[in-house]
Protein backbone atom coordinates (compact mmCIF):
# COMPACT_ATOMS: atom_id res chain seq x y z
CA UNK A 1 0.00 0.00 0.00
CA UNK A 2 1.23 3.61 -0.58
CA UNK A 3 3.51 4.77 2.14
CA UNK A 4 1.60 7.85 3.52
CA UNK A 5 3.50 8.52 6.70
CA UNK A 6 6.78 10.21 4.47
CA UNK A 7 4.14 12.99 4.29
CA UNK A 8 5.40 15.29 7.25
CA UNK A 9 3.37 18.19 8.22
CA UNK A 10 6.11 20.84 7.46
CA UNK A 11 6.34 18.92 3.60
CA UNK A 12 2.48 19.68 3.78
CA UNK A 13 2.58 23.32 4.46
CA UNK A 14 5.35 23.32 1.94
CA UNK A 15 3.60 21.69 -0.80
CA UNK A 16 0.73 23.43 -0.69
CA UNK A 17 1.99 26.89 -0.06
CA UNK A 18 3.72 26.27 -3.66
CA UNK A 19 0.95 25.25 -4.88
CA UNK A 20 -1.06 27.99 -3.76
CA UNK A 21 1.16 30.68 -5.31
CA UNK A 22 0.22 29.48 -8.55
CA UNK A 23 -2.67 31.22 -7.19
CA UNK A 24 -1.06 34.49 -8.02
CA UNK A 25 -0.99 34.23 -11.64
CA UNK A 26 -2.86 36.84 -13.30
CA UNK A 27 -6.70 36.37 -13.89
CA UNK A 28 -6.66 36.52 -17.67
CA UNK A 29 -4.81 33.13 -17.34
CA UNK A 30 -8.17 31.51 -15.59
CA UNK A 31 -11.10 31.11 -17.43
CA UNK A 32 -12.41 35.06 -16.95
CA UNK A 33 -15.58 34.62 -16.17
CA UNK A 34 -15.37 31.23 -14.13
CA UNK A 35 -16.95 30.19 -11.60
CA UNK A 36 -19.95 32.85 -12.29
CA UNK A 37 -22.78 30.30 -10.95
CA UNK A 38 -22.91 27.79 -7.69
CA UNK A 39 -20.71 24.80 -8.26
CA UNK A 40 -22.18 20.88 -6.91
CA UNK A 41 -19.78 18.94 -4.52
CA UNK A 42 -20.63 15.02 -5.30
CA UNK A 43 -19.99 12.72 -1.88
CA UNK A 44 -20.32 8.87 -2.88
CA UNK A 45 -20.54 8.09 0.66
CA UNK A 46 -23.83 8.62 3.18
CA UNK A 47 -24.49 11.71 5.41
CA UNK A 48 -22.65 11.84 8.55
CA UNK A 49 -19.88 9.64 7.60
CA UNK A 50 -16.37 10.59 7.47
CA UNK A 51 -16.34 11.49 3.53
CA UNK A 52 -19.55 13.34 3.29
CA UNK A 53 -17.98 16.05 6.63
CA UNK A 54 -14.46 16.07 5.35
CA UNK A 55 -16.42 17.38 1.97
CA UNK A 56 -18.50 19.34 3.81
CA UNK A 57 -15.90 21.36 5.57
CA UNK A 58 -13.80 21.25 1.81
CA UNK A 59 -16.52 22.73 0.16
CA UNK A 60 -17.55 25.45 2.99
CA UNK A 61 -13.55 26.64 2.64
CA UNK A 62 -13.75 26.46 -1.38
CA UNK A 63 -16.45 28.59 -1.48
CA UNK A 64 -14.67 31.51 0.33
CA UNK A 65 -11.59 31.41 -2.18
CA UNK A 66 -13.79 30.62 -5.82
CA UNK A 67 -16.82 33.25 -4.59
CA UNK A 68 -19.80 30.78 -5.06
CA UNK A 69 -21.62 28.40 -3.37
CA UNK A 70 -21.35 25.08 -3.57
CA UNK A 71 -23.78 22.84 -2.87
CA UNK A 72 -22.50 18.90 -1.58
CA UNK A 73 -24.73 16.07 -2.70
CA UNK A 74 -24.41 12.46 -1.52
CA UNK A 75 -25.20 9.99 -4.08
CA UNK A 76 -24.93 7.04 -2.60
CA UNK A 77 -25.16 2.80 -3.50
CA UNK A 78 -24.01 0.60 -5.77
CA UNK A 79 -20.77 0.30 -2.81
CA UNK A 80 -19.94 3.86 -3.86
CA UNK A 81 -20.66 3.26 -8.05
CA UNK A 82 -23.15 5.65 -7.82
CA UNK A 83 -21.43 8.72 -6.90
CA UNK A 84 -18.41 8.09 -8.41
CA UNK A 85 -20.39 7.46 -11.70
CA UNK A 86 -21.71 10.54 -11.24
CA UNK A 87 -18.79 12.62 -10.73
CA UNK A 88 -16.96 10.79 -13.65
CA UNK A 89 -19.97 11.64 -15.91
CA UNK A 90 -20.82 15.09 -14.71
CA UNK A 91 -20.38 18.29 -17.47
CA UNK A 92 -16.53 18.75 -17.56
CA UNK A 93 -16.94 22.55 -17.05
CA UNK A 94 -15.72 22.73 -13.55
CA UNK A 95 -18.88 22.97 -11.82
CA UNK A 96 -19.51 19.70 -10.51
CA UNK A 97 -16.59 18.38 -8.42
CA UNK A 98 -16.60 15.25 -6.16
CA UNK A 99 -14.67 13.57 -3.24
CA UNK A 100 -13.29 10.29 -4.89
CA UNK A 101 -12.32 7.52 -2.14
CA UNK A 102 -9.74 4.77 -2.05
CA UNK A 103 -12.64 2.37 -3.43
CA UNK A 104 -12.16 3.78 -7.02
CA UNK A 105 -8.97 1.83 -7.25
CA UNK A 106 -10.98 -1.21 -6.08
CA UNK A 107 -14.30 -1.01 -7.42
CA UNK A 108 -13.17 -2.38 -10.95
CA UNK A 109 -10.81 -5.32 -10.17
CA UNK A 110 -14.65 -6.59 -8.03
CA UNK A 111 -16.28 -6.15 -11.06
CA UNK A 112 -18.63 -3.59 -10.33
CA UNK A 113 -18.02 -1.03 -12.77
CA UNK A 114 -15.53 0.18 -15.57
CA UNK A 115 -14.44 3.33 -13.97
CA UNK A 116 -11.20 3.73 -12.91
CA UNK A 117 -8.98 7.19 -11.67
CA UNK A 118 -8.07 7.73 -15.43
CA UNK A 119 -11.41 8.68 -15.31
CA UNK A 120 -11.13 11.88 -13.12
CA UNK A 121 -9.04 15.03 -13.53
CA UNK A 122 -7.72 15.13 -9.82
CA UNK A 123 -7.33 18.28 -7.90
CA UNK A 124 -5.84 17.69 -4.82
CA UNK A 125 -5.55 14.90 -1.96
CA UNK A 126 -6.65 16.02 1.05
CA UNK A 127 -6.78 13.13 3.81
CA UNK A 128 -5.23 9.62 3.78
CA UNK A 129 -5.93 7.41 7.57
CA UNK A 130 -5.81 3.89 8.97
CA UNK A 131 -8.31 1.98 9.97
CA UNK A 132 -9.01 1.56 13.58
CA UNK A 133 -11.07 -1.77 15.33
CA UNK A 134 -13.33 -0.09 16.94
CA UNK A 135 -15.93 -2.33 19.63
CA UNK A 136 -19.00 -1.47 21.72
CA UNK A 137 -18.25 0.20 25.48
CA UNK A 138 -20.94 -2.82 26.57
CA UNK A 139 -18.20 -5.77 24.37
CA UNK A 140 -17.25 -8.00 27.25
CA UNK A 141 -13.72 -7.20 25.52
CA UNK A 142 -11.85 -4.51 26.90
CA UNK A 143 -8.95 -4.55 24.99
CA UNK A 144 -7.32 -5.45 21.60
CA UNK A 145 -5.55 -8.81 22.77
CA UNK A 146 -8.43 -10.25 24.43
CA UNK A 147 -10.60 -9.77 21.43
CA UNK A 148 -8.22 -11.05 18.98
CA UNK A 149 -7.89 -14.37 21.31
CA UNK A 150 -11.40 -14.97 21.04
CA UNK A 151 -11.58 -14.55 17.24
CA UNK A 152 -9.02 -16.56 16.84
CA UNK A 153 -10.58 -19.40 18.92
CA UNK A 154 -14.31 -18.83 17.85
CA UNK A 155 -15.74 -20.80 14.40
CA UNK A 156 -16.10 -19.33 11.45
CA UNK A 157 -19.13 -16.44 11.44
CA UNK A 158 -19.13 -16.64 15.33
CA UNK A 159 -18.26 -12.61 14.84
CA UNK A 160 -19.54 -9.95 12.91
CA UNK A 161 -17.87 -6.79 11.61
CA UNK A 162 -18.86 -3.78 9.32
CA UNK A 163 -17.84 -0.15 7.74
CA UNK A 164 -18.33 -0.28 4.30
CA UNK A 165 -19.70 -2.23 1.68
CA UNK A 166 -18.76 -5.08 0.61
CA UNK A 167 -16.02 -5.33 -1.09
CA UNK A 168 -14.97 -2.01 0.34
CA UNK A 169 -11.94 -0.62 1.28
CA UNK A 170 -12.78 -1.46 5.18
CA UNK A 171 -13.82 -4.98 4.60
CA UNK A 172 -10.30 -5.12 2.90
CA UNK A 173 -9.13 -4.15 5.88
CA UNK A 174 -10.95 -6.43 8.08
CA UNK A 175 -10.05 -9.44 4.90
CA UNK A 176 -6.33 -8.31 5.56
CA UNK A 177 -6.35 -8.41 9.58
CA UNK A 178 -7.72 -11.89 9.49
CA UNK A 179 -5.00 -13.36 6.76
CA UNK A 180 -2.34 -11.65 9.26
CA UNK A 181 -4.05 -13.79 11.80
CA UNK A 182 -3.64 -16.76 9.86
CA UNK A 183 -7.08 -17.15 9.40
CA UNK A 184 -9.46 -17.26 6.25
CA UNK A 185 -10.45 -13.68 4.91
CA UNK A 186 -13.99 -14.24 5.64
CA UNK A 187 -13.13 -15.71 9.34
CA UNK A 188 -15.31 -12.82 10.78
CA UNK A 189 -18.44 -12.00 8.95
CA UNK A 190 -19.27 -8.71 6.87
CA UNK A 191 -21.97 -7.14 7.26
CA UNK A 192 -22.47 -4.31 4.18
CA UNK A 193 -23.90 -1.06 4.93
CA UNK A 194 -23.72 2.52 2.85
CA UNK A 195 -20.98 4.24 5.05
CA UNK A 196 -19.28 4.48 8.90
CA UNK A 197 -21.94 6.07 10.27
CA UNK A 198 -24.76 3.23 9.74
CA UNK A 199 -22.29 0.67 10.85
CA UNK A 200 -21.49 2.55 13.86
CA UNK A 201 -24.89 2.45 14.82
CA UNK A 202 -25.53 -0.94 14.15
CA UNK A 203 -22.33 -1.11 16.51
CA UNK A 204 -23.89 0.75 19.91
CA UNK A 205 -27.40 -1.53 18.79
CA UNK A 206 -25.66 -4.67 19.03
CA UNK A 207 -26.16 -5.65 15.31
CA UNK A 208 -22.38 -6.31 15.01
CA UNK A 209 -19.23 -6.78 17.20
CA UNK A 210 -16.61 -4.71 15.15
CA UNK A 211 -16.33 -1.78 12.93
CA UNK A 212 -13.30 -1.16 10.96
CA UNK A 213 -13.37 2.50 9.67
CA UNK A 214 -11.05 5.29 10.87
CA UNK A 215 -10.72 7.42 13.84
CA UNK A 216 -12.24 10.25 13.01
CA UNK A 217 -15.79 8.40 11.25
CA UNK A 218 -15.39 6.56 15.26
CA UNK A 219 -15.23 10.05 16.77
CA UNK A 220 -18.73 10.95 18.18
CA UNK A 221 -19.39 7.10 19.40
CA UNK A 222 -16.09 6.80 20.96
CA UNK A 223 -16.46 10.82 22.89
CA UNK A 224 -20.53 9.53 23.91
CA UNK A 225 -18.56 6.71 25.73
CA UNK A 226 -20.74 4.85 23.94
CA UNK A 227 -17.77 2.93 21.37
CA UNK A 228 -13.86 2.02 22.15
CA UNK A 229 -10.83 2.28 19.43
CA UNK A 230 -8.63 -0.68 20.54
CA UNK A 231 -6.32 -0.24 17.81
CA UNK A 232 -5.22 1.15 14.75
CA UNK A 233 -4.22 -0.76 11.50
CA UNK A 234 -1.18 1.89 10.64
CA UNK A 235 2.91 2.10 10.81
CA UNK A 236 2.32 4.25 13.80
CA UNK A 237 -0.28 5.53 16.14
CA UNK A 238 -1.76 8.52 14.97
CA UNK A 239 -1.01 12.13 16.08
CA UNK A 240 -4.50 12.77 17.18
CA UNK A 241 -5.34 9.54 19.48
CA UNK A 242 -1.76 9.09 20.76
CA UNK A 243 -3.70 6.69 23.45
CA UNK A 244 -4.87 4.13 20.40
CA UNK A 245 -1.81 1.59 19.58
CA UNK A 246 -1.38 -0.03 16.70
CA UNK A 247 -2.60 -3.94 16.06
CA UNK A 248 1.20 -4.73 16.97
CA UNK A 249 1.67 -2.90 19.91
CA UNK A 250 -1.65 -4.18 21.12
CA UNK A 251 -1.46 -7.86 20.30
CA UNK A 252 -3.38 -7.97 17.04
CA UNK A 253 -0.95 -9.29 14.72
CA UNK A 254 1.35 -7.03 12.18
CA UNK A 255 -1.20 -5.07 9.26
CA UNK A 256 -1.53 -2.14 8.22
CA UNK A 257 -3.38 -0.25 5.61
CA UNK A 258 -4.85 3.38 4.62
CA UNK A 259 -7.26 4.83 2.78
CA UNK A 260 -7.69 8.13 1.31
CA UNK A 261 -9.67 10.53 0.15
CA UNK A 262 -9.35 13.62 -2.38
CA UNK A 263 -11.08 16.29 -4.77
CA UNK A 264 -11.52 15.50 -8.65
CA UNK A 265 -13.32 16.58 -11.04
CA UNK A 266 -14.74 14.66 -14.61
CA UNK A 267 -11.85 13.62 -17.06
CA UNK A 268 -10.83 16.52 -19.06
CA UNK A 269 -11.20 19.60 -17.24
CA UNK A 270 -9.87 22.86 -19.07
CA UNK A 271 -6.57 23.06 -17.72
CA UNK A 272 -7.55 26.90 -16.68
CA UNK A 273 -10.35 25.67 -14.52
CA UNK A 274 -8.50 22.55 -13.15
CA UNK A 275 -5.25 25.10 -12.03
CA UNK A 276 -7.77 27.32 -10.69
CA UNK A 277 -9.10 24.71 -8.68
CA UNK A 278 -6.39 22.53 -7.75
CA UNK A 279 -4.75 26.34 -6.58
CA UNK A 280 -7.60 26.71 -4.26
CA UNK A 281 -7.97 23.15 -2.98
CA UNK A 282 -3.92 23.63 -2.22
CA UNK A 283 -5.08 26.69 0.00
CA UNK A 284 -7.54 25.00 1.80
CA UNK A 285 -5.42 22.03 2.67
CA UNK A 286 -3.06 24.76 4.48
CA UNK A 287 -5.90 26.71 5.85
CA UNK A 288 -6.09 26.77 9.83
CA UNK A 289 -9.48 26.29 9.51
CA UNK A 290 -9.01 22.84 8.01
CA UNK A 291 -6.21 21.79 9.78
CA UNK A 292 -8.05 22.62 13.00
CA UNK A 293 -11.25 20.47 11.70
CA UNK A 294 -8.74 17.42 10.62
CA UNK A 295 -7.25 17.05 13.82
CA UNK A 296 -10.53 17.24 15.77
CA UNK A 297 -12.50 14.76 14.12
CA UNK A 298 -9.20 12.91 14.17
CA UNK A 299 -8.58 12.71 10.18
CA UNK A 300 -4.89 12.34 8.95
CA UNK A 301 -4.21 15.29 7.11
CA UNK A 302 -2.33 14.80 3.91
CA UNK A 303 -2.26 17.17 0.81
CA UNK A 304 -0.54 15.78 -2.57
CA UNK A 305 -0.74 18.90 -5.25
CA UNK A 306 -2.80 17.58 -8.58
CA UNK A 307 0.28 15.96 -9.96
CA UNK A 308 0.91 13.78 -7.23
CA UNK A 309 -2.60 13.04 -6.51
CA UNK A 310 -3.14 11.37 -10.18
CA UNK A 311 0.58 9.59 -9.51
CA UNK A 312 -1.04 8.43 -5.86
CA UNK A 313 -4.20 7.48 -7.60
CA UNK A 314 -2.52 5.78 -10.41
CA UNK A 315 -0.47 3.84 -7.65
CA UNK A 316 -2.99 2.95 -5.41
CA UNK A 317 -4.84 0.63 -8.58
CA UNK A 318 -2.14 -1.60 -8.83
CA UNK A 319 -1.08 -2.44 -5.70
CA UNK A 320 -5.08 -2.58 -4.17
CA UNK A 321 -5.02 -5.28 -6.99
CA UNK A 322 -2.52 -7.45 -5.75
CA UNK A 323 -3.80 -6.93 -2.25
CA UNK A 324 -7.20 -7.59 -3.29
CA UNK A 325 -5.77 -10.58 -5.25
CA UNK A 326 -4.36 -11.65 -2.22
CA UNK A 327 -6.90 -11.29 0.22
CA UNK A 328 -9.08 -13.46 -2.57
CA UNK A 329 -11.47 -11.00 -3.46
CA UNK A 330 -10.52 -11.04 -7.20
CA UNK A 331 -12.30 -14.03 -8.83
CA UNK A 332 -10.99 -15.54 -11.89
Known amino acids: MT ?20 SLV ?42 QPINVVNRTGGAGVIGHSAIATAPNDGYTLGLVTVEIAMMHHLGLTELTSEDYTPLGLVNADSPAVTISSNSEYKDLASLTAAIKASEP ?25 GLDGNHVTWVPSEGSAPAMQDLIAGGIDIVTVSLGETKAMVDAGRAVNVGLMGTERAASH ?29 QDVAEKLAAAVAEVA ?38 MSAAGLIQG
Not at 27 to 46: E, F, I, K, N, Q
Not at 56 to 65: I, K, T
Not at 162 to 180: C, E, N
Not at 287 to 306: C, H, I, K, Q, W
Open 286 to 323: ADPEFVEFMNGRGFNLVYLDAAAHGEMMTKADAQMAET
Open 26 to 67: PAAAWAADYPSRPLTMLVPWGAGGGTDACARMVSALLERRLG
Open 242 to 270: PDVPTLAEAGGGEFQLATWRGVCGPKDLP
Open 3 to 22: DFTKFTRRGILKSAAAASAA
Open 157 to 181: GTFKASGTSQGGIWHLALVGWMKAL
